[in-house]
C-alpha cells in the first residue's frame, strides 16, 4: 500500500501486498547476502503520495517490511495527498501538533500512553519526574473527576519497577495489532536512571519490550547539577533507542516513535530522557510555529543538520537527497541507527516502510536486524557457493528444504523464542515429519511437553535426551535460537552427525532467525531463513500440504526408528529428583510434650515436583505462570515442570539477573489477572529485592511466591565444589531471614515446610487455597545441585548426571561464567 520512489542507485519496491504482508525479492538485489539501499524503518507517506513508477515497480522484487505501531488503513479512499514541498510539510506538522496544543509536555505524555493503550505503569517518585507524576494523579484536572485511564503503582524501588514492567511485557497477551504491548516505567533523574541500568540490559538481552521515561535535571541546569545525569549515555548500550527531548514539541513524534521500536522487530526497550522544564512546558502557538518552521531538509547539506548525537528532524526523502519528493519524514537516533518515518496524509498515524535512500553498512545491518526479509538462503557444502531466493511456497529453495526434511532419518526441533508467537504451527510442523522437539529456556511451553514428541529442554541443564540426540541428529532445524553457548557445549564438538550429513547432502542446519546478523555466528547453516519462526513455519506449512497433496507418497514417515530411540533414551536418562533418607525425630508441642515424628527433608527438585504434580492433576497448567531467579532453584523449575504453554516461564534467560522473580511475577499477574502466577525463587535472589512485598501487599496482587530455601548461592557453590576444591566463598547465606515474619510484617500470607511429610498439604493450600490474595511459601531445602549438568568445554553430551561420581578434576579455568 506504501512506497517511495528511488533516486540513482536506490532500490525500487513494490507496494507491500498488505501492511502485514509478505515481499519478495530478486536475487540480484542480495546476492553474497550483501544488501543495499534497504531501510526496512522508513516510514514515507503513502504510495500516491510518492508517485511510483510503474517501470520501478515492475522491475521491483520486494520489499521488508516492520510493522506499524498503529492500524494503518487500506490506502483507498484515504485522505488528500501528503506535503510535497517544504512548506506544505511545514504545515503539515503543524497541523498535527495543533491536535496536542494547550497540552505541557508532561500533559502530552500521559495522553500518548493512553493513546498507545497502556493501562499500568510502574515507577517511582523524584523530583525531576514531579510534572509528569502529576498526570498520573486521580484528582488532576485532565480526568475530569473520573478515575485515570492509567493505573499507577508505586514500587520499592526502580529495579524492581523495571522488572515488573518487564515481567508485564514477557507475560502479556498480544495487543490486536498482534504484538506485546510494551512495559511503562517512569522514574526520577540520577539515581532512579542508574537503578534501571539492569533491567534495561535485562531487556534488551531478552528482548523484552518497555518504555522507560526519566526526569532529567532541566536544559538551563549546569551539568553538575543535584541528580543530574548522563542518562542517555548510560542507557544508549543496553536499549534500542535512548533519546532526550529537546522541545515539548517533538513529544507527540517520540512517544509513537518510542512504542513503535520498543515493540517491533526484535523487541527491546527505548529510554527517553525528560527535562523537567520541557516537561512544563505547554505546546502553545508560538511553539508550534517555531517547531514547524524550523524543519528542514535533509539533502546535500544532511551534514549540518546533524548533530551528531540524537536527532529529529524531517527530511527529503529522495535518494541521496537530490530529486525527489520532500515529504514529512522524520528522523530519530543516532545518525548510524537512525530511523526515518512519516505520519500518514491526515498526520495522524505512522506508517512504516521502506525507500531508496542510501544506507551506511552499518544502518543496513541495523536495518536488516530489525526486519526479516523473508529471504532464504543455501551454502553448498562442497563449493561453499551461496544462493538465495525468496522464501515462499514453491520458491527453488524451500522446494529443496522440503526435500531434506522429508528425507532425513534423525531429525531434531530446537525450538527458541522465536517459536513463541506460534505453538499450533510448530506442532502441525513437527507431526508433519514426525521430528522431535527440543525447546531452549526462552522457549518453555512452544512445544507442549505432554505431547510424545516433545524432548523437553535441551543444554547445560537439559534433560539428558535432548542433548544425547542433538548430538547424534543428522538435521537440526533451529527456529529462532541464537545457538547460545549454554544449549550448544564445546562449539567444535557440536552436532557432528548433522555435520556429516550435510556434507552428503542428506542433512545439515536449518537455521531461522529474524536477525542476518545470527547467519552463521555460531553454526554455519545448510539453509538459513531470514524469517520470523512463525513465518517460516507457515511457509513450511503450506508447501508440505501442497506437496502432499500433489503426491501422496511424500507423507511417508522416514523417523519411527529414530522416535524409538528417542523414549528409550527417555526411559534409561530421566531427570533424577534427589530424596533423602527419613528419620526419626523428637518434637515438643506447645506444652512441652514431646513425640516422636518421621521426617524427611527435601531438595529444590522434590519440592517443584510436588507443586507440577498438584498443578496438572488439577487441571491447572494451562492457567499458570512462573517466573524465576537464577541459580539451582531455576534450572529445576525448567527442568521439571510440564510446560504447556509459550510464554508461561518468565525468567532471566539471557543476563541471568538475580532478584527478577518478584517484580517479573507481578508484572506477569498485572498482565495475566485471570492466571495463578507463581515464582519459584531462591533465598539469594529473594535477598536481592524482597523490598517488592510491599508493592505486592500495598496493591493486594494475589501472586504466590515460593522460596526455595537452601540458605545458600547453590548454583555458585557446586561451582566452588566442581573447581575450586570446595574453597565455599561468597556462596553461604548463613543469615537468612524468617520469611514467614517478613511476609507477616506486611501482612501477606505466609506457610512453613521443610519435610516431604508435610509438603503435600502445605503445597495445596499455598496453591488453591488463597486464590485472590498473595501468599508466601517458605520451603527449606537442602543442597543439592541441579543435575545433568554439561561438563564445561565438554560436547553437549558429555554430562555429569550423578551427585558424587563425576566431581572434580576439572579445569578451573572451564568453570561456567
Ligand atoms: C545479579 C546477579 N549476581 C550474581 C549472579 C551470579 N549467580 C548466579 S546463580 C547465583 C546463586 C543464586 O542463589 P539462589 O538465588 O539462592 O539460588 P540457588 O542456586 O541456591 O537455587 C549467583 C550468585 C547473578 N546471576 N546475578
Ligand atoms: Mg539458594
Given at each position: 500500500?506504501?512506497?517511495?520512489?528511488?533516486?540513482?542507485?536506490?532500490?525500487?519496491?513494490?507496494p507491500?501486498?498488505?501492511?502485514?504482508?509478505?515481499?519478495?525479492?530478486?536475487?540480484?538485489?542480495?546476492?553474497n547476502?550483501?544488501?543495499?539501499?534497504?531501510?526496512?524503518?522508513?516510514?514515507?507517506l503513502?504510495?500516491?503520495?510518492?508517485?511510483?513508477?510503474?517501470?520501478?515497480?515492475?522491475?521491483?522484487?520486494?520489499?521488508?517490511?516492520?510493522?506499524?505501531?498503529?492500524?494503518?488503513?487500506?490506502s483507498?479512499?484515504r485522505?488528500?495527498?501528503p506535503?510535497?514541498?517544504l512548506?506544505?510539510?511545514?504545515?503539515?506538522?503543524a497541523?498535527?501538533?495543533?491536535?496536542?496544543?494547550?497540552?505541557?509536555?508532561?500533559?502530552?505524555?500521559?495522553?500518548?500512553?493512553?493513546?498507545?493503550?497502556?493501562?499500568?505503569v510502574?515507577?517511582?517518585?523524584?523530583g525531576?519526574?514531579?510534572?509528569?507524576?502529576?498526570?498520573?494523579h486521580?484528582?488532576?484536572?485532565r480526568?475530569?473527576?473520573?478515575?485515570?485511564?492509567?493505573?499507577w503503582?508505586?514500587?520499592?524501588?526502580?529495579?524492581?519497577?523495571?522488572?515488573?514492567?518487564?515481567?508485564?511485557?514477557?507475560?502479556?497477551?498480544?495487543?490486536a495489532d498482534?504484538?506485546?504491548?510494551?512495559?511503562?516505567?517512569?522514574?526520577?533523574?540520577?539515581?532512579g536512571?542508574?537503578?534501571?541500568?539492569?533491567?534495561?540490559?535485562?531487556?534488551?538481552?531478552?528482548?523484552?519490550?518497555?518504555?522507560?521515561?526519566?526526569g532529567?535535571?532541566?536544559?538551563?541546569?549546569?551539568?553538575?547539577?543535584f541528580?543530574?545525569?548522563?542518562?542517555?549515555?548510560l542507557?544508549?548500550?543496553?536499549?534500542?533507542?535512548?533519546?532526550?527531548?529537546?522541545?515539548?514539541?517533538?513529544?507527540?513524534?517520540?512517544?509513537?516513535?518510542?512504542f513503535?521500536?520498543?515493540?517491533?522487530?526484535?523487541?527491546?526497550?527505548?529510554?527517553?530522557?525528560?527535562?523537567?522544564?520541557?516537561q512544563?512546558?505547554?505546546?502553545?502557538?508560538?511553539?508550534?510555529?517555531?517547531?514547524?518552521?524550523?524543519?528542514?531538509?535533509?539533502?546535500n547539506?544532511?551534514a549540518?543538520?546533524?548533530?551528531?548525537?540524537?536527532?529529529?528532524?524531517?527530511?527529503?526523502?529522495?535518494?541521496?537527497?537530490?530529486?525527489?519528493?520532500?515529504?514529512h519524514?522524520?528522523?530519530?537516533?543516532?545518525?548510524?541507527?537512525?530511523?526515518?518515518?512519516s505520519?500518514?496524509?491526515?498526520?495522524?498515524?505512522?506508517?512504516?516502510?521502506?525507500?531508496?535512500?542510501?544506507?551506511?553498512?552499518d544502518?543496513?545491518?541495523?536495518?536488516?536486524?530489525?526486519?526479516?526479509?523473508?529471504?532464504?538462503?543455501?551454502?553448498?557444502?562442497?563449493?561453499?557457493?551461496?544462493?538465495?531466493?525468496?522464501?515462499?511456497?514453491?520458491?527453488?529453495?524451500?522446494?529443496?528444504?522440503?526435500?531434506?526434511?522429508?528425507?532425513?532419518?534423525?531429525?531434531?526441533?530446537?525450538?527458541?523464542?522465536?517459536c513463541?508467537e506460534?505453538?499450533?504451527?510448530?506442532?502441525?510442523?513437527?507431526?508433519?515429519?514426525?521430528?522431535?522437539?527440543?525447546?531452549?529456556?526462552?522457549?518453555?511451553?512452544?512445544?507442549d511437553?505432554?505431547?510424545?514428541?516433545?524432548?523437553?529442554?535441551?543444554?547445560m541443564?537439559g534433560?539428558?535426551?535432548?542433548n544425547?540426540m542433538?548430538?547424534?541428529?543428522?538435521?537440526?532445524?533451529?527456529?529462532?535460537?541464537?545457538?547460545?553457548?549454554?544449549?550448544?557445549?564445546r562449539m567444535?564438538?557440536?552436532?557432528?552427525?548433522?555435520r556429516?550429513?550435510?556434507?552428503?547432502?542428506?542433512?545439515?542446519?536449518?537455521?531461522?532467525d529474524?536477525?542476518?546478523?545470527?547467519?552463521?555466528?555460531?553454526?554455519?547453516?545448510?539453509?538459513?531463513?531470514?524469517?520470523?519462526?512463525?513465518?517460516?513455519?507457515?511457509?513450511?506449512?503450506?508447501?508440505?500440504?501442497?506437496?502432499?497433496?500433489?503426491?501422496p507418497?511424500?507423507?511417508t514417515?522416514?523417523?519411527?526408528?529414530?522416535?524409538?530411540?528417542?523414549?528409550?533414551l527417555?526411559?534409561?536418562?530421566?531427570?533424577?529428583?534427589?530424596?533423602?533418607?527419613?528419620?526419626?525425630?523428637?518434637?515438643?508441642d506447645?506444652?512441652?510434650?514431646?513425640?516422636e515424628?518421621?521426617?524427611?527433608?527435601?531438595?529444590?527438585?522434590?519440592?517443584?515436583?510436588?507443586m507440577?504434580?498438584?498443578?496438572?492433576?488439577?487441571?491447572?497448567?494451562?492457567?499458570?505462570?512462573?517466573?524465576t531467579?537464577?541459580?539451582?532453584?531455576?534450572?529445576?523449575?525448567?527442568?521439571?515442570?510440564?510446560?504447556?504453554?509459550?510464554?508461561?516461564?518468565?525468567?532471566?534467560?539471557?543476563?541471568?539477573?538475580?532478584?527478577?522473580?518478584?517484580?517479573?511475577?507481578?508484572?506477569?499477574?498485572?498482565?495475566?489477572?485471570?492466571?495463578?502466577?507463581?515464582?519459584?525463587?531462591?533465598?539469594?535472589?529473594?535477598?536481592?529485592?524482597f523490598?517488592?512485598?510491599?508493592?505486592?501487599?500495598?496493591?493486594?496482587?494475589?501472586?504466590?511466591?515460593?522460596?526455595?530455601?537452601?540458605?545458600?548461592?547453590?548454583?555458585v557453590?557446586?561451582?566452588?565444589?566442581?573447581?575450586?576444591?570446595?574453597?565455599?566463598?561468597a556462596?553461604?547465606?548463613?543469615?537468612?531471614?524468617?520469611?514467614?515474619?517478613?511476609?507477616?510484617?506486611?501482612?501477606?500470607?505466609?506457610?512453613?515446610?521443610?519435610?516431604?511429610?508435610?509438603?503435600?498439604?502445605?503445597?495445596?493450600?499455598?496453591?488453591?487455597?488463597?486464590?485472590?490474595?498473595?501468599?508466601?511459601?517458605?520451603?527449606?531445602?537442602?543442597?543439592?545441585?541441579?543435575?545433568?549438568?554439561?561438563?564445561?568445554?565438554?560436547?553437549?553430551?558429555?554430562?555429569i548426571?550423578?551427585?558424587?561420581?563425576?566431581?572434580g578434576?576439572?579445569?578451573?579455568?572451564?568453570a561456567?561464567?
Amino acid at each position: 500500500m506504501l512506497l517511495a520512489a528511488a533516486g540513482n542507485n536506490a532500490a525500487a519496491f513494490v507496494p507491500a501486498k498488505s501492511a502485514f504482508g509478505i515481499q519478495s525479492k530478486s536475487s540480484s538485489f542480495f546476492n553474497n547476502g550483501i544488501v543495499r539501499n534497504r531501510d526496512q524503518a522508513l516510514f514515507v507517506l503513502n504510495e500516491d503520495a510518492i508517485g511510483i513508477d510503474a517501470n520501478a515497480k515492475a522491475k521491483a522484487d520486494t520489499e521488508i517490511l516492520s510493522t506499524p505501531s498503529i492500524t494503518i488503513e487500506e490506502s483507498a479512499g484515504r485522505v488528500t495527498a501528503p506535503p510535497r514541498d517544504l512548506n506544505a510539510a511545514r504545515k503539515s506538522t503543524a497541523a498535527y501538533l495543533s491536535k496536542y496544543q494547550g497540552l505541557t509536555g508532561a500533559g502530552i505524555i500521559y495522553t500518548k500512553l493512553v493513546e498507545n493503550g497502556v493501562n499500568v505503569v510502574n515507577g517511582y517518585s523524584g523530583g525531576a519526574v514531579l510534572p509528569l507524576l502529576d498526570q498520573f494523579h486521580q484528582d488532576h484536572p485532565r480526568h475530569n473527576g473520573e478515575s485515570p485511564a492509567i493505573r499507577w503503582i508505586t514500587n520499592s524501588n526502580e529495579n524492581s519497577a523495571g522488572h515488573i514492567a518487564e515481567g508485564y511485557a514477557k507475560s502479556a497477551p498480544k495487543l490486536a495489532d498482534g504484538k506485546q504491548p510494551a512495559g511503562v516505567v517512569v522514574a526520577t533523574s540520577g539515581p532512579g536512571v542508574t537503578n534501571l541500568i539492569t533491567p534495561l540490559q535485562d531487556a534488551i538481552c531478552d528482548g523484552a519490550p518497555m518504555v522507560v521515561l526519566c526526569g532529567q535535571a532541566a536544559t538551563t541546569a549546569p551539568s553538575d547539577a543535584f541528580q543530574a545525569a548522563p542518562a542517555v549515555d548510560l542507557t544508549r548500550p543496553c536499549t534500542k533507542w535512548s533519546y532526550k527531548i529537546k522541545s515539548a514539541a517533538e513529544l507527540p513524534y517520540v512517544m509513537d516513535y518510542a512504542f513503535f521500536i520498543a515493540r517491533n522487530g526484535r523487541q527491546g526497550p527505548v529510554f527517553v530522557d525528560l527535562p523537567k522544564d520541557l516537561q512544563n512546558q505547554v505546546l502553545d502557538e508560538d511553539l508550534i510555529d517555531s517547531y514547524s518552521a524550523g524543519i528542514a531538509i535533509k539533502g546535500n547539506d544532511a551534514a549540518e543538520n546533524y548533530d551528531g548525537v540524537a536527532r529529529f528532524m524531517p527530511l527529503h526523502s529522495g535518494a541521496n537527497g537530490d530529486e525527489g519528493p520532500t515529504d514529512h519524514v522524520l528522523h530519530l537516533g543516532l545518525p548510524d541507527k537512525g530511523i526515518l518515518f512519516s505520519m500518514d496524509g491526515d498526520n495522524s498515524k505512522i506508517e512504516s516502510i521502506k525507500d531508496g535512500i542510501n544506507l551506511s553498512d552499518d544502518e543496513v545491518k541495523f536495518a536488516l536486524d530489525h526486519n526479516p526479509a523473508n529471504i532464504v538462503y543455501n551454502r553448498d557444502p562442497d563449493t561453499a557457493e551461496q544462493t538465495s531466493d525468496e522464501f515462499a511456497v514453491g520458491s527453488k529453495l524451500v522446494g529443496k528444504m522440503y526435500n531434506l526434511l522429508h528425507k532425513a532419518k534423525k531429525p531434531l526441533i530446537v525450538a527458541g523464542m522465536g517459536c513463541n508467537e506460534c505453538p499450533e504451527e510448530l506442532m502441525q510442523f513437527a507431526k508433519a515429519f514426525q521430528i522431535p522437539v527440543a525447546t531452549t529456556l526462552h522457549a518453555l511451553g512452544a512445544y507442549d511437553e505432554r505431547d510424545e514428541l516433545a524432548l523437553n529442554m535441551v543444554g547445560m541443564h537439559g534433560h539428558p535426551t535432548p542433548n544425547f540426540m542433538t548430538q547424534e541428529a543428522d538435521l537440526v532445524i533451529c527456529i529462532g535460537s541464537r545457538f547460545d553457548d549454554r544449549i550448544t557445549g564445546r562449539m567444535d564438538a557440536y552436532i557432528p552427525e548433522a555435520r556429516k550429513a550435510a556434507a552428503e547432502y542428506r542433512g545439515g542446519v536449518i537455521h531461522v532467525d529474524l536477525r542476518l546478523s545470527q547467519k552463521a555466528e555460531q553454526v554455519e547453516p545448510t539453509y538459513f531463513v531470514h524469517s520470523t519462526g512463525k513465518h517460516f513455519l507457515d511457509i513450511m506449512n503450506a508447501e508440505t500440504a501442497k506437496r502432499r497433496q500433489e503426491d501422496p507418497e511424500e507423507d511417508t514417515i522416514n523417523t519411527a526408528e529414530w522416535l524409538k530411540h528417542k523414549w528409550a533414551l527417555e526411559e534409561e536418562y530421566p531427570v533424577k529428583v534427589p530424596h533423602f533418607p527419613t528419620e526419626t525425630i523428637v518434637t515438643t508441642d506447645d506444652d512441652g510434650i514431646e513425640s516422636e515424628v518421621q521426617r524427611t527433608k527435601m531438595s529444590a527438585q522434590s519440592v517443584v515436583t510436588e507443586m507440577n504434580r498438584q498443578i496438572l492433576q488439577a487441571g491447572k497448567m494451562d492457567d499458570c505462570i512462573f517466573s524465576t531467579g537464577v541459580g539451582i532453584h531455576q534450572m529445576v523449575a525448567a527442568q521439571l515442570i510440564t510446560w504447556t504453554q509459550p510464554k508461561q516461564m518468565i525468567s532471566s534467560g539471557s543476563l541471568g539477573t538475580m532478584g527478577v522473580a518478584l517484580g517479573f511475577v507481578i508484572g506477569c499477574k498485572l498482565a495475566n489477572g485471570h492466571k495463578m502466577c507463581i515464582s519459584v525463587d531462591g533465598d539469594g535472589s529473594f535477598n536481592m529485592t524482597f523490598t517488592e512485598l510491599k508493592t505486592v501487599a500495598e496493591q493486594n496482587i494475589p501472586v504466590k511466591l515460593m522460596i526455595l530455601d537452601n540458605e545458600s548461592q547453590m548454583m555458585v557453590e557446586y561451582w566452588q565444589r566442581l573447581f575450586h576444591d570446595e574453597r565455599y566463598l561468597a556462596v553461604t547465606n548463613t543469615v537468612n531471614p524468617n520469611y514467614g515474619m517478613l511476609a507477616q510484617s506486611f501482612g501477606i500470607k505466609n506457610l512453613y515446610c521443610d519435610n516431604e511429610e508435610e509438603l503435600k498439604e502445605v503445597m495445596h493450600e499455598f496453591l488453591f487455597a488463597d486464590p485472590d490474595e498473595p501468599v508466601l511459601l517458605h520451603a527449606r531445602i537442602e543442597k543439592t545441585p541441579c543435575l545433568p549438568l554439561v561438563a564445561p568445554g565438554a560436547p553437549l553430551q558429555d554430562m555429569i548426571l550423578e551427585d558424587l561420581e563425576s566431581e572434580g578434576g576439572f579445569d578451573p579455568s572451564a568453570a561456567p561464567s
